[in-house]
């Protein structure tokens, strides 16, 4: 059962604690989980916009090793480095994970059947098997719906994922996993990473044209700055709409540096929140952290860039049209409402309402966090929910939907 946990930190997120409070508290905490440095690269762009790095060696193999941190300050991006590696060493298998795996076929015949999660609702690949007649290994989740225990595929919770038969339902991947300064905090930030997925994924597979938002009238401090940061360093940023039939707030930012003109540089941030100041806020911030990766160009990830500049400057801006292309319509910022609440409790039950309006009845989540660190990190899965941006062979019935 979660608890109530108030929001004490409104600033360009919510969060439970202040972010300076949470390097406090984490900080001692970063060698046992293998980070050997954290290090600011804002200084890698002529932007000015705070972003940081955190370097875990030791990394499982087929996980990046080099985590990006973005915020509107310097406390909020360190912060936002230091969890992400939190993040992704409490994703990783090790050797007391299985001790707790049940392993078998899925029963769809059994009484129990609701205790299991249907493979087939994770949007699978193409595969040469059936899902219903592989030997997999299950983890024990959490339903929000009703608290209830529901058995998932362990390929679902842990990346990287090397399953003991080879055999995999897709390629694992982080969406959905989030930390939090309390499990509340995680859970709820979860949620809205699966949301952005979705609603990125349905705008990137369609490519229908979506509202450009005005941020002219905006009378937040943080979200004049760090326009004003990018128009004054000569780049060009758009933000647009992607909120998609779940009714909460998703917004990309894309930009394109006219000074350089790189074609690795155009560079894309998404963000979704209750509060649409705080998905634009990390759409625009992502974008600062994106520049940042691109130019550092350390993380094994940015592979993309070599493909980018070998393809041109104006040949990526048609390539993606649909992001760098003109757009018909608009929308004023300050006409979105804020339906955040003053606690983690309240934000993770308005998410259920808006999400259970869709037809996704089923919220789960398995905690992650790992003893000797107990720093809070869950996966959040919400079957049924698009994941295209992430893993482009899976494609699910709402991006088949005419």
């Not at 998404?270 to 994106?290: F, K, M």
């Not at 006409?335 to 606690?343: A, D, L, M």
Request: net charge neutral; with cysteine.
């Amino acid at each position: 059962m979660l608890k109530e946990v108030p929001v004490k930190y409104f600033g360009c997120t919510h969060r439970a604690i202040a972010p300076e409070e949470t390097i406090k508290n984490v900080e001692s905490k970063l060698r046992v989980a293998g980070v050997t440095r954290v290090a600011e690269i804002t200084h890698l762009d002529r932007v000015g916009i705070p972003v940081y790095s955190a370097i875990r060696p030791g990394a499982a193999d087929g996980a990046v090793s080099i985590y990006a941190g973005k915020g509107a300050t310097k406390p909020q991006a360190k912060a936002s480095a230091m969890m992400e590696s939190f993040e992704r060493y409490s994703a990783e298998l090790h050797d007391n994970c299985r001790q707790n795996f049940v392993c078998g076929v899925f029963e769809g015949s059994d009484e129990r059947l609701d205790s299991y999660l249907h493979p087939g609702s994770l949007i699978l690949p193409k595969v040469l098997f059936d899902p219903e007649t592989v030997d997999l290994e299950w983890v024990t989740s959490t339903n929000l719906k009703d608290d209830s225990d529901v058995l998932i595929p362990a390929n679902a919770v842990y990346h990287p994922y090397t399953p003991k038969n080879n055999i995999k339902l897709f390629q694992s991947n982080t969406n959905g996993l989030a930390s939090g300064n309390r499990l509340e905090e995680a859970v709820f930030h979860g949620i809205m990473e699966v949301v952005e997925r979705d609603a990125w994924s349905i705008f990137e597979s369609k490519r229908v044209s979506k509202p450009e938002i005005n941020c002219e009238n905006t009378e937040n401090p943080i979200i004049k700055d760090i326009l004003a940061m990018f128009k004054n360093a000569g780049i060009n940023v758009k933000l647009v709409d992607l909120t998609a039939d779940v009714k909460i707030t998703t917004i990309a930012a894309v930009s394109d540096d006219t000074v350089l003109k790189d074609p690795a540089l155009l560079t894309l941030g998404v963000g979704t929140h209750l509060d649409p100041e705080v998905a634009a806020i990390r759409a625009l911030t992502e974008v600062a952290q994106s520049r940042a990766t691109q130019i550092h160009g350390t993380r094994e990830d940015t592979i993309r860039a070599v493909f980018m500049r070998k393809a041109g400057y104006e040949r990526m801006k048609r390539i993606n049209s649909h992001w760098f292309g003109e757009t018909e319509t608009s929308v004023e910022l300050n006409s979105i409402k804020n339906i955040s609440g003053k606690s983690f409790g309240d934000d993770i039950e308005t998410s259920k309402l808006l999400l259970n309006k869709c037809g996704f009845r089923d919220i789960l989540y398995v905690d992650l966090t790992r003893k000797e660190i107990k720093i809070p990190v869950v996966r959040v899965l919400i079957p049924g929910m698009e994941l295209y941006s992430v893993d482009v062979d899976r494609v699910g019935k709402r991006l088949l939907r005419s």
